[in-house]
């Protein structure tokens, strides 16, 4: 049976149905989970909607956790505009080969590296990025019924622990030296948590927002399957690590996440700034998160290149993530021992 046949079996049993003539059609953009386009019906009503699901092969510990994204958005969505609907999860691994979710389907583009003819400077989508990230740390994560989620107490420390637990799977035979030696700087000195924990999305970055393409205002905000409670502080990092400024080193230049690099547009520190005026709050001191976010990147990145060369990954875009995780990396210990994003 192909993949089509057995969801076509699964949703049946949650009252709906595949359109007549329905396919499953690839999402482009993502580089690990698959996102599949697919139409549904619910007695005369037809969805549009997307079959989300994690890459194939071995998953890195707490990768892809479709269980936790199905339960954040069936809190969210109710309450947070850009949140997609849950259609529906299935837990069931012998229907797919692996869990899965069922979203509703939202118009808009995801912008990565490049903005798109039309868009102008596109300093419009720096100021919808902060203020979505805003928006989402503004929500109460207890009265959503995610009170629950994640340890947000002691949350760098076991971040830090965890991603250097991760950087020795990717390197089995030794960790890259400028990996150990990163590790060791962040574990000397791991800052205390700030704040009340807020929901954090762990991955908010322009593409991961579905943007009108006219206006670059915000239809939705997707790929929650990291989302947990923490410092505000560290989705900021997130968004940090991945924004190259002109007078990055060239290595790392080919990251192309976001569209920084675009005349005109704002440096890191001018980012930081900009949030804190939009969300009425200061995220402290951020060299340390923003060192540990590109901890994070990298060895992502490297866990990426893994299951290329295990042929898990499709296609030849994941070559060159090894040496610019390293670049990462480099850039990271540089930046952290300045005191500087």
């Not at 007078?247 to 690099?261: E, I, N, T």
Request: glycine share 10%; aromatic share 6%; hydrophobic share 45%.
């Amino acid at each position: 049976m192909t993949d089509l046949e057995r969801l076509a079996g699964w949703v049946s049993s949650r009252g709906l149905a595949l359109a007549p003539g329905a396919t499953l059609m690839r999402l482009g953009g993502g580089i690990a989970n698959r996102n599949e386009a697919v139409m549904l019906t619910a007695g005369p009503r037809t969805i549009s909607a997307v079959l989300r699901r994690p890459p194939p092969g071995l998953l890195a510990a707490g990768a892809s956790d479709m269980a936790r994204e199905a339960r954040v958005l069936a809190a969210l969505a109710p309450h947070f505009s850009l949140a997609p609907r849950l259609l529906s999860f299935c837990d069931d691994e012998s229907v797919l080969g692996t869990k899965f979710q069922l979203l509703e389907w939202r118009e808009g583009i995801a912008i990565g590296g490049s903005l798109p003819a039309g868009c102008g400077d596109g300093l419009a989508l720096v100021e919808t990025t902060l203020q979505a990230m805003a928006a989402l740390h503004s929500l109460d994560p207890a009265g959503l019924g995610l009170g629950d989620l994640g340890k947000p107490e002691g949350f760098f420390a076991r971040q830090l622990k965890g991603w250097a637990a991760r950087a020795e799977a990717v390197w089995p035979d030794g960790l890259a030296g400028t990996a150990a030696t990163l590790i060791a700087a962040l574990s000397a000195d791991v800052p205390e948590e700030t704040g009340p924990p807020v929901l954090l999305h762990m991955d908010l970055k322009p593409d991961n927002l579905l943007v009108d393409p006219a206006t670059l205002a915000a239809r939705a905000m997707i790929d929650w399957d990291m989302a947990t409670r923490g410092p505000r502080s560290f989705d900021l990092a997130v968004l940090l690590s991945y924004w190259i400024e002109p007078g990055d080193p060239d290595a790392v230049k080919p990251l192309r996440a976001l569209p920084s690099l675009s005349p005109g547009w704002p440096g890191r520190a001018e980012v930081a700034t900009r949030y804190r005026a939009v969300s009425g709050h200061d995220p402290g001191d951020l060299v340390w998160p923003v060192a540990l976010a590109r901890l994070r990147l990298a060895v992502a990145w490297m866990q990426l290149y893994r299951k290329w060369q295990r042929g898990e990954m499709d296609g030849d875009r994941y070559e060159g993530f090894e040496p610019l995780a390293l670049a990462i990396l480099a850039h990271a210990l540089d930046q952290f021992r300045k005191g500087a994003l």
